[in-house]
T-cell receptor, first 114, second 112 residues
């Protein structure tokens, strides 16, 4: 059974700092991995999707890497801003499941202070 | 292009009642998935519909059901509500299988 873990559960940093969020999964047979952000009481916003054949994806100040063999992904946020404060979730779509069922981690809650 | 919409946004029900939630996907998207989010369990997959067929189902009791219409709009139904069903219910749509999923704002259900 696929399990997704995110460490740390919470993180506080001053504005301008670069930071890394971690995600690990137990079954390397994944189809893709997706990073989301969620603002309090809101839905999820897709940040990046990495296919299993890819090593990384970049969007603006965000860079996500994937090491499928070790079951790890990282989300790198450069020059953090207060507007980056949110909960960040990673989710995997596994090869053994039909369709698009995502297995989510519990998330990392990021707080960026000005 | 309009995003995923969910109605209603908030709902209060009592134990034993049933509830129907609605989701309209992004235009052109054929896959609709439903997730339940609670503080204790986090986000859990309920089911996915693709072209009106249930493609995948999570580990939830039969009280949770859903359907998809020919215009890709989807509904989920929860019968005989329990206190533990209080949660944020999120709908996500994608063009096809295993594509980027786009989430709606959710329906917050409170069962008293």
């Amino acid at each position: 059974k696929q399990e997704v873990t995110q460490i740390p559960a919470a993180l506080s940093v001053p504005e301008g700092e670069n930071l890394v969020l971690n995600c690990s999964f137990t079954d390397s047979a994944i189809y893709n991995l997706q990073w989301f952000r969620q603002d309090p009481g809101k839905g999820l916003t897709s940040l990046l999707l990495i296919q299993s054949s890819q090593r990384e994806q970049t969007s603006g100040r965000l860079n996500a890497s994937l090491d499928k063999s070790s079951g790890r992904s990282t989300l790198y946020i450069a020059a953090s801003q207060p507007g980056d404060s949110a909960t960040y979730l990673c989710a995997v779509s596994t090869v053994n499941q039909a369709g698009t069922a995502l297995i989510f981690g519990k998330g990392t809650t990021l707080s960026v202070s000005s | 292009k309009a995003g995923v919409t969910q109605t209603p946004r908030y709902l209060i029900k009592t134990r034993g009642q049933q509830v129907t939630l609605s989701c309209s996907p992004i235009s052109g998207h054929r896959s609709v998935s439903w997730y339940q989010q609670t503080p204790g369990q986090g986000l859990q997959f309920l089911f996915e519909y693709f072209s009106e067929t249930q493609r995948n189902k999570g580990n939830f009791p039969g009280r949770f059901s859903g359907r998809q219409f020919s215009n890709s709009r989807s509904e989920m139904n929860v019968s005989t509500l329990e206190l533990g069903d209080s949660a944020l219910y999120l709908c996500a749509s994608s063009w096809g299988t295993r594509e980027t999923q786009y989430f709606g704002p959710g329906t917050r259900l409170l069962v008293l």
